[in-house]
C-alpha cells in the first residue's frame, strides 16, 4: 500500500440545482438544494483512499458543526486525521456551488484553511517526509505552497502540485514540483505570455494540462500526447479535477508508467461524474479497474 499525504483544503459544499443561472440582478427558482463534504484537499484525500492507499490529510476545520461533520466523514472513508486540526478563531471553509447547463459555478470561502499555515503544515514533518507522493493544491495560503514545495525538494519526495484555484505561481515552486496538473484556464495563467505547447516541451513529463471531455495533454520529451478521457454521462461534474489528481498520484506512487497512470486517473475522473456531490461518485479501487 503507497502512502500519500495530501495538504489542503476541507469545506462544506453548499450546492444548489437549477436549470440555468441568473442574471445579474435576476432572481430564478431552484431545483433543489443539499450540503455535502467538499474542498480541494479533503476530496483528493478521499478519493485516494478509495483506490487503496494509505492517506494522511493535513488540515483545518473550523470548531463547529461543519467541522464535525468533515472529520466524521474522513474517519467513514479511512483517511487519517491525526494533522487535521479545529481551530477556535474561524468557521470551517465552505464552497458555494451553483449546478446548472450542465456544469458548475463555485465560490469559495476559506475560513479555517487560511490557518494551513507553514507552521502547521510542519508539524507534519514526519508524515510528509517518509511518503510516497504528496499532494497540494492552492485553496490555502500562497506561501503555503512555497514552503511545501521546498520541503518535499529538500526531502526527494515527489510533490504533485494541481495549481486550483488558478493564481501565479514562481518559476522556482514549478521547478520543484514533480508534476503540474492545471486545466487550460489555469495552465494560462501559469504561463503567461507562452505559447501552451511551448510550456508543454519546456516540461517534459511534469506539466500534465486536463483538457475536460478531450483528455489530457503532456509532452514526453519527445512530441505531445494526447490521452483521451471516457465517455459517461454526467451528473455532476463537481470533484472530476480531484479525483483525477488522487488517481494520477496513487498510480504514479504505485510505479505505474506516465501514460498508464494518465488513463487509470481518466476513467476514476469519469467515474466520479456519474453521481452527484464531489465526493459523491468517487470510485473505488475495484470499480475502475473493472471498468478499465
Known amino acids: 500500500m503507497v502512502k500519500v499525504t495530501v495538504i489542503g483544503s476541507s469545506s462544506i459544499d453548499l450546492v444548489v440545482t437549477a436549470e ?71 468557521e470551517s471553509g465552505t464552497a458555494h456551488i451553483t449546478l446548472a447547463e450542465g456544469d458548475n459555478s463555485i465560490i469559495v470561502v476559506k475560513g479555517a484553511n487560511n490557518h494551513v499555515t507553514p507552521e502547521f503544515v510542519g508539524k507534519a514533518l514526519d508524515v510528509i517526509r517518509t511518503s510516497d507522493i504528496v499532494l497540494i493544491q492552492q485553496e490555502i495560503p500562497e506561501e503555503t ?13 515527489p510533490l504533485l502540485l494541481n495549481p486550483a484555484p488558478s493564481r501565479p505561481i514562481s518559476k522556482d515552486v514549478i521547478a520543484k514540483a514533480a ?3 492545471p486545466n487550460e484556464l489555469e495552465a494560462a495563467v501559469l504561463f503567461q505570455n507562452k505559447d501552451i505547447h511551448e510550456a508543454l ?13 478531450n483528455g489530457v495533454r503532456y509532452h514526453d520529451g519527445e512530441q505531445e500526447v494526447l490521452v483521451p478521457t471516457y465517455t459517461v454521462e454526467a451528473v455532476d461534474t463537481t470533484g472530476a479535477g480531484d479525483t483525477f489528481n488522487a488517481a494520477f498520484a496513487v498510480a504514479l506512487a504505485e ?29 473505488t ?3 475502475v479497474e473493472g471498468s478499465l
Open 20 to 90: 440555468r443561472r441568473p442574471d445579474k440582478g435576476e432572481t430564478i427558482l431552484g431545483e433543489s438544494f443539499k450540503t455535502v463534504p467538499g474542498g480541494k484537499g479533503a476530496n483528493q484525500a478521499v478519493a485516494a483512499a478509495r483506490l487503496g492507499a494509505e492517506v494522511f490529510m493535513v488540515g483545518c476545520v473550523g470548531e463547529d458543526g461543519f467541522g464535525k461533520e468533515i472529520l466524521d466523514n474522513f474517519k467513514e472513508n479511512g483517511v487519517l486525521t491525526d494533522y487535521v486540526e479545529p481551530v477556535t478563531h474561524s
Open 145 to 157: 505552497v512555497e514552503y511545501v514545495s521546498e520541503l518535499c525538494h529538500a526531502h526527494h519526495v
Open 179 to 181: 508534476y503540474l496538473t
Open 255 to 283: 510505479g505505474q508508467g506516465l501514460k498508464e497512470a494518465v488513463r487509470f486517473a481518466n476513467r476514476a475522473a469519469s467515474l466520479s461524474v456519474t453521481k452527484f456531490g464531489a465526493q459523491g461518485g468517487m470510485p
Open 285 to 287: 479501487r475495484t470499480e
Open 201 to 213: 516541451a519546456e516540461n517534459p513529463n511534469k506539466l500534465f494540462i486536463t483538457e475536460g471531455k
